[in-house]
T-cell receptor
Framework: DAGVIQSPRHEVTEMGQEVTLRCKPI?????LFWYRQTMMRGLELLIY????????DSGMPEDRFSAKMPNASFSTLKIQPSEPRDSAVYFC???????????FGPGTRLLVL | QKEVEQDPGPLSVPEGAIVSLNCTYS??????FMWYRQYSRKGPELLMY????GNKEDGRFTAQVDKSSKYISLFIRDSQPSDSATYLC??????????FGQGTELSVKP
């Protein structure tokens, strides 16, 4: 299996622009997680889906952040408008089920100028 | 207070040393504990997991949980330069969310 696929791997944008991060989970996995990693706050869960349904979005920092999972093989995390404090590495992870091992993608490094 | 606390280091040891990485947690309801390893510019990968208290060994790695003191440890024997990475402890809460520690950056010098 190719593992969790994320795109783009790097994104540089200007404040106020819309940013869309993409994730393809491992085939057959029912749970998908979006995380953000920064030096200050470490790795934080933003939102997770089970069978394409958002289960817990309490980690989404603001209304500027939104996530969708239109089908079992694709999810997006959107930031609109982006701000410099959104600069971080965003990881997508998937697992066979909610309580099972999570497999992380390579991450998207986002820099908002 | 964060639910899972971990000293960020960095920690530098010579090759062959025994490494001890530690975390504490605050929620006594946590039952599953994991250690993830993250190489530079890569995503975290699961190294080991344990359920409740006790030890689990896998090659040079031993994970230990002491629920009475809410303490999680990872020991690495005969450390190698290839072990240089950031090690993240995590606890799984009842809602299925992984709560991560800050991560400890380890450097093993040849």
């Amino acid at each position: 299996d190719a593992g969790v696929i994320q795109s783009p791997r790097h994104e540089v944008t200007e404040m106020g622009q819309e940013v869309t991060l993409r994730c393809k989970p491992i085939s057959g996995h029912n749970s998908l997680f979006w995380y953000r990693q920064t030096m200050m706050r470490g790795l934080e869960l933003l939102i997770y889906f089970n069978n394409n349904v958002p289960i817990d979005d309490s980690g989404m920092p603001e209304d500027r952040f939104s996530a969708k999972m239109p089908n079992a093989s694709f999810s997006t995390l959107k930031i609109q408008p982006s701000e410099p404090r959104d600069s971080a590495v965003y990881f997508c992870a998937s697992s066979p089920g909610t309580y099972e091992t999570q497999y992380f993608g390579p991450g998207t490094r986002l820099l908002v100028l | 207070q964060k639910e899972v606390e971990q000293d960020p280091g960095p920690l530098s040891v010579p090759e062959g040393a025994i490494v001890s990485l530690n975390c504490t947690y605050s929620n006594s309801a946590f039952q599953y504990f994991m250690w993830y390893r993250q190489y530079s510019r890569k995503g975290p990968e699961l190294l080991m997991y344990t359920y409740s208290s006790g030890n689990k060994e896998d090659g040079r790695f031993t994970a230990q949980v002491d629920k009475s003191s809410k303490y999680i440890s990872l020991f690495i024997r005969d450390s190698q330069p290839s072990d240089s990475a950031t090690y993240l402890c995590a606890a799984l809460n009842q809602g299925g969310k992984l709560i991560f520690g800050q991560g400890t950056e380890l450097s093993v010098k040849p």
